[in-house]
Nanobody
Framework: QVQLIESGGGLVQAGGSLRLSCAAS????????VGWFRQGPGREREFVAA????????VYGDSVKGRFTISRDGAKNTVYLQMNSLEPEDTAVYYCAGKAAIMYYYIASRDYDYWGQGTQVTVSS
């Protein structure tokens, strides 16, 4: 069992940046693929980014490509989501998710076994 805790959300103006963190406890996180998802008001949950357990492979949703970067620090058992050039459309609750897996990343929410509680990101225009 692994517990995931997101942090770093908040209120930012359009064009600004935030860095979200997903800290894991309970198990060594380095054998887990991790994804970030978001759910905005009145919207379905949307894939944002994912990273393989090694950190060598990453993938992004079309709406965030070129603006967001996912990375991980094995020593800190933490995965990050650096969000730049934020837009009001990025307003959502952001969730990180984990799956015990070697080599691969996953983009479907149903593939993940563990979820954090979410952190709110609000981008003002």
């Amino acid at each position: 069992q692994v517990q995931l805790i997101e942090s770093g959300g908040g209120l930012v103006q359009a064009g600004g940046s935030l860095r979200l963190s997903c800290a894991a406890s309970g198990r060594t996180f380095t054998t887990y693929a991790v994804g970030w998802f978001r759910q905005g008001p009145g919207r379905e949950r949307e894939f944002v980014a994912a990273i393989s357990s090694s950190g060598h492979a990453t993938v992004y949703g079309d709406s965030v490509k070129g603006r967001f970067t996912i990375s991980r620090d094995g020593a800190k058992n933490t995965v990050y989501l650096q969000m730049n050039s934020l837009e009001p459309e990025d307003t959502a609750v952001y969730y990180c998710a984990g799956k015990a897996a070697i080599m691969y990343y996953y983009i479907a929410s149903r593939d993940y076994d563990y979820w954090g509680q979410g952190t709110q990101v609000t981008v003002s225009s």
